[in-house]
């Protein structure tokens, strides 16, 4: 059983780094108060680029305190707070990046399900102002995970995270193949499409994938 450390929310701003959009919501900080998740997300959070982000397939952005402390060591530059991720829930005793897709958790009240690794984009690149971030979050292969949610509940730092259900392992792919399905894996991309239920951003995913080279 692992817990929520923080519960993490963040509202637009308007930033000149952010070409697309020029704004983000990418700054979440911690609530102290118990939040409500819904079908699309926490509340008090907002996703602003919708295109890529949010939606019911990522509805919540789960990341290891775990995995903060092995990049603030790496990066050098002390404790990284809760949150400077994106994430939506930090947590603590739970590995997002070795769960299954389909894996559902009890956070607080609400049931969450895993669908899939975060993919670093440009907002991420340039909020964390690192050389080369991109490559460097890519190689390590410490994601975090995407989660919808199957039933509306709320959540608070310091509430249990449970492993309710865990399919079968040669049934499904973790977080990490998931990523590596995402860049170019083919027969992990195919083990993605036949699991029932998997996110309808796999098959978007899954036409480059398996087209291959150009």
Request: net charge positive; glycine share 12%; with cysteine.
């Amino acid at each position: 059983m692992g817990q929520v450390i923080s519960v993490n929310v963040g509202q637009p701003a308007d930033v000149p780094w952010a070409k697309t959009l020029g704004r983000t919501a990418i700054d979440k900080r911690p609530v102290t108060s118990r939040v409500a998740v819904g079908r699309l997300g926490v509340a008090g959070d907002v996703q602003v680029d919708k295109r890529h982000h949010g939606g019911p397939e990522q509805a919540v952005y789960a990341y290891a305190r775990e995995d903060l402390d092995w990049w603030a060591a790496r990066l050098g530059d002390g404790e990284l707070r809760n949150g400077i991720f994106g994430e939506n829930l930090t947590l603590r005793g739970v590995d997002p990046n070795g769960a299954l897709l389909g894996e559902r958790w009890r956070v607080g009240s609400a049931l969450l399900e895993v669908t899939g690794p975060r993919v670093p984009c440009g907002v991420f690149r340039a909020w964390m102002d690192r050389p080369g971030w991109v490559g460097r979050f890519t190689r390590a292969e410490r994601t975090g995970a995407y989660l919808r949610v199957l039933e509306e509940g709320d959540v608070a730092a310091g509430d249990p995270t449970v492993i309710e259900h865990r399919p079968e392992r040669g049934t499904s792919v973790t977080v990490t193949e998931a990523f590596r399905a995402f860049h170019g894996d083919q027969d992990l991309m195919r083990r993605i499409l036949a699991l029932p239920g998997h996110s309808a951003r796999w098959d978007k995913v899954a036409e480059r994938v398996l087209r291959g080279p150009a």
